[in-house]
């Protein structure tokens, strides 16, 4: 049976990186992702004047309380949304003058929920040129705590961030959230918060934070669900099969959920304490799901969906309209450039069966889109990619992995 190590989680190392660099004490990470998005953030701390020390399977970071330990700084946030969105937020406890710029993706993507709930807890943010989008600057001299409403309906990021900045702040925070989505995210966070020492309750739509900082740890960054999607979806849609070890039963991302949606189309899974494995069965079943609390992998599953005898609709899915690229919208032009039918909505695609034809793939710079659409390329010999570079940002060695996965089980792939 083929296994496949997957890189560390993206969602994991973002939060791991900011626990560490809030936390009294070193902290080590344990198999962090190497990934354009993590080693921006690393460096964006290391801009902050926090010390990040990296080999290959380990970073450790001295953690400071009290907040960055420069005055002023510049940060770049390249294409990263946990990066741009979690890192201001930080800076935000310490005291001093700090501005955030970041790609033309990334300074598209919106930030004003967030930025309007710092502003409700003092804090004085700026935006430079477009109100609720990068580049902002802070001027920073802590935050008091006390209650918060936000609207979490975008992306729970905002809530994350806000959640992460609770133990910082002088009396704590409750968050009141108005709309959430992706909530399992919000788990994961809540779950790396408790591993640091800090215990969050939940009051029906309100989050209780309290004061009193993190405690420094050791911390094993688990493998990312979403990028093993798409490996899990190769087996569904070829037949074969495939285990990915570190994913099981504890793991915290909800992405794994993935893997139900393929148990529904027909494929075998198996979900132990410490692998999943997924076996294809030869055919794929049509479906309606919603994909509201898994939508990183609306992709992965649109990419797939031609090969099933029936339609395939998507359902709750609007949030993927403000990712890297407008995903939902991604997905169907593409689909149709296969030469499969496809409907769309504000927060729906239906997508009906069909035999994709080769064609060049349309990335918009976005790495999931690539990856997704790779799998389709098991099935559909020709397909190749305007930009298949952007996979750096999560998964740098992804086509190379993906064609040994193809090889092994003596299907032609074309890949990048």
């Known amino acids: 049976m083929p296994l496949v190590e997957i890189p560390g989680?993206?969602?994991?190392?973002?939060?791991?990186?900011?626990?560490?660099?809030?936390?009294?004490?070193?902290?080590?990470?344990?198999?962090?992702?190497?990934?354009?998005?993590?080693?921006?953030?690393?460096?964006?701390?290391?801009?902050?004047?926090?010390?990040?020390?990296?080999?290959?399977?380990?970073?450790?970071v001295d953690g400071r309380p009290q907040g960055p330990a420069l005055p002023e700084a510049e940060v770049y946030c390249r294409d990263g949304a946990t990066t741009a969105r979690f890192l201001p937020t930080l800076a935000a406890a310490g005291h001093g003058s700090y501005r955030f710029d970041a790609s033309e993706q990334m300074r598209r993507r919106p930030l004003a929920p967030l930025t309007r709930a710092l502003r409700d807890l003092g804090v004085d943010l700026r935006h430079e040129e477009a109100?609720?989008?990068?580049?902002?600057r802070i001027e920073a001299a802590g935050v008091e705590g006390g209650e918060v409403t936000l609207d979490a309906g975008q992306s729970?990021?905002?809530?994350?961030?806000?959640?992460?900045?609770?133990?910082?702040?002088?009396?704590?925070?409750?968050?009141r959230v108005t709309d959430l989505v992706s909530a399992p995210y919000v788990e994961i966070t809540i779950a790396m918060m408790r591993s640091f020492g800090v215990e969050v309750a939940r009051e029906s739509e309100v989050f209780v934070v309290p004061a009193g900082g993190y405690r420094a740890t050791t911390y094993a960054i688990e493998p990312d669900a979403s990028t093993a999607g798409y490996f899990f979806a190769a087996a569904a849609v070829t037949g074969q099969?495939?285990?990915?070890?570190?994913?099981?039963?504890?793991?915290?991302q909800g992405d794994l959920g993935f893997v139900d949606v393929l148990r529904r189309m027909g494929a075998d899974v198996e979900i132990a304490e410490d692998r999943t494995t997924v076996r294809g069965t030869g055919g794929l079943r049509g479906l309606t799901v919603n994909m509201r609390d898994i939508s990183d992998t609306m992709?992965?599953?649109?990419?797939?969906?031609?090969?099933?005898?029936?339609?395939?609709?998507?359902?709750?899915?609007?949030?993927?309209r403000v990712k890297e690229c407008d995903r939902l919208d991604a997905c169907a032009q593409n689909l149709r450039r296969l030469g499969i039918g496809v409907s769309t909505g504000d927060d729906w695609i239906e997508i009906r069966p069909g035999t994709p034809a080769a064609a060049e793939i349309k990335t918009f710079g976005d790495h999931r889109v690539v990856m997704s659409f790779a799998v389709t390329g098991l099935r559909t010999p020709g397909i190749s990619f305007d930009d298949p570079g952007c996979v750096r940002k999560t998964f740098p060695g992804f086509h190379e992995a993906f064609g040994e996965l193809a090889a092994g089980w003596g299907i032609p792939f074309d890949g990048a």
């Open 9 to 60: 989680s993206k969602s994991v190392t973002a939060r791991a990186l900011f626990l560490a660099a809030a936390a009294d004490g070193v902290t080590t990470l344990v198999r962090p992702l190497r990934s354009d998005d993590t080693e921006g953030f690393a460096e964006g701390l290391a801009r902050l004047g926090y010390r990040v020390g990296r080999t290959p399977d380990t970073w450790q």
């Open 131 to 136: 109100e609720g989008h990068h580049p902002l």
């Open 156 to 175: 729970s990021q905002y809530l994350t961030a806000l959640l992460l900045l609770g133990p910082l702040t002088r009396k704590g925070l409750r968050i």
């Open 241 to 252: 099969e495939v285990t990915v070890p570190g994913l099981g039963r504890g793991a915290l």
């Open 299 to 320: 992709p992965t599953l649109a990419a797939i969906a031609p090969f099933a005898d029936g339609p395939v609709r998507i359902e709750d899915v609007a949030n993927t």
